[in-house]
């Protein structure tokens, strides 16, 4: 039963826009955290974050309370075979426009994580934004992608 329980929730989760406490106009949807192996302490967050603001907006950190830190990322090619990645200070979101944090582009980096992760639990992440706001949202465990 628990088992065909799982695919059903993940399924609603990803449904949902994960737009929590909107941030000075900023909203995100599609908030993924990638599974990993249960002894891996780090895992790949995607986002898409919205700016319906006049001007540009910058994410400057991030942090869970399920992760000893989260970084901002940035990969150091496009090539498929090339994984090495660059913690960077900032990530911009464009006036009117939007910004998707990607497995293989930008994306944040959860590391130190305190517990092993499920598929379709929820991982809370608050965003930090250039004049302090924050915004919560809370990413689904998913496979693959």
């Keep these: 039963m628990k088992r065909t329980l799982q695919p059903i929730i ?5 449904s949902a826009p994960f737009a929590l406490h909107a941030a000075g106009g900023i909203t ?10 249960p002894n891996t302490t780090l895992a790949q967050m995607s986002v898409v974050l919205h700016n319906q603001g006049a001007h540009e907006r910058k994410l400057l950190k991030a942090h869970s309370p ?20 660059r913690e960077i200070p900032g990530i911009a979101i464009a ?20 517990q092993p992760l499920s598929e379709g639990q929820i991982v809370p992440v608050t965003l930090i934004f ?3 706001q924050t915004a919560r949202v809370d990413a689904v465990v998913v496979t693959g992608r």
């Design 130 to 132: 250039d004049g302090g």
């Design 66 to 85: 399920l992760a000893a830190a989260v970084e901002l990322h940035a990969r150091l090619s496009e090539a498929a075979d090339d994984t090495r990645m």
């Design 10 to 14: 993940a399924l609603l989760a990803l």
């Design 28 to 37: 995100a949807s599609d908030a993924q955290v990638r599974m990993v192996p």
């Design 95 to 114: 006036a009117h426009g939007e910004t998707a944090l990607t497995p293989r582009g930008l994306h944040l980096m959860l590391i130190g994580l305190k």
